[in-house]
């Protein structure tokens, strides 16, 4: 559970879309701190639309899991095609959920990072770069479930991480940890979310 010394401070949540959005909107509300957005989307793998080997995030920061790379035998061409669609979803993404508004201001205050779950870690490592590159001191990482292994790798670059339920075994997915799942469409995302704060 995330510490007491959180509530109604100087701290902000960051939720990455869609489906981190419902999960940030009830800690922003328990903890009476205002509600933003961190977009980041996975790089797919070139025949699936929920595998990845990668992420991007909104400010173009781009993460590439080379072991995955070469293990899959994954072509130059193959890496850039996925790449640049990744960044195509961003833009729109960031356009749409965001309106053009700017990110925060993160240097003086802590940034809690929120997603639904934690399953590689590649969109939640590489949102955490970027949000390091903002200069952000403290980047707390709150997410509901998680793998082992990956809840270990992003402990190691956040400052903290809280993860309820975390999870080992071969294989891992985020759905399986809840007991009612559904995909959160932006539209979704857009609904739950109240009038971004200011910069």
């Known amino acids: 559970m995330l510490a007491p010394a959180f509530r109604a401070r100087d701290a902000i949540v960051l939720a990455i879309p869609a489906g981190g959005v419902p999960v940030g909107a009830e800690i922003a509300r328990r903890l009476a701190l205002p509600l933003d957005l961190a977009v980041v989307s ?13 992420a991007v995030a909104f400010d173009g920061t781009e993460w590439i899991n080379e ?4 293990r899959l035998a994954l072509s130059n061409n193959d ?11 961003v833009a729109r993404r960031v356009a749409r959920l965001r309106a053009g508004r ?5 240097a003086d205050r802590p940034a809690i990072l929120v997603d639904d779950g934690i ?3 590649s ?4 949102v955490i770069a970027a949000l390091r590159k903002l200069g952000a001191q403290r980047i707390v990482v709150a997410v509901p479930t998680g793998h082992d292994r990956s809840v270990d790798l992003i402990a190691g670059l956040a400052d903290e991480l809280y993860c309820a339920n975390i999870r080992g075994g071969g294989r891992f997915a985020v759905a399986d940890a809840y007991e009612r799942w559904s ?7 857009l609904s ?8």
């Open 79 to 89: 890496v850039e095609r996925s790449a640049a669609a990744a960044r195509e979803k």
């Open 119 to 121: 399953a590689a870690g």
């Open 192 to 199: 739950i979310l109240p009038p971004l704060s200011a910069p």
């Open 42 to 54: 996975k790089i797919l793998l070139p025949w699936t639309t929920e595998s990845g080997f990668g």
């Open 123 to 126: 969109t939640l490592r590489t």
């Open 102 to 106: 700017p990110m925060p201001a993160l």
């Open 67 to 70: 072991v995955d790379r070469r």
């Open 183 to 189: 995909d959160v469409s932006d539209e979704e995302a």
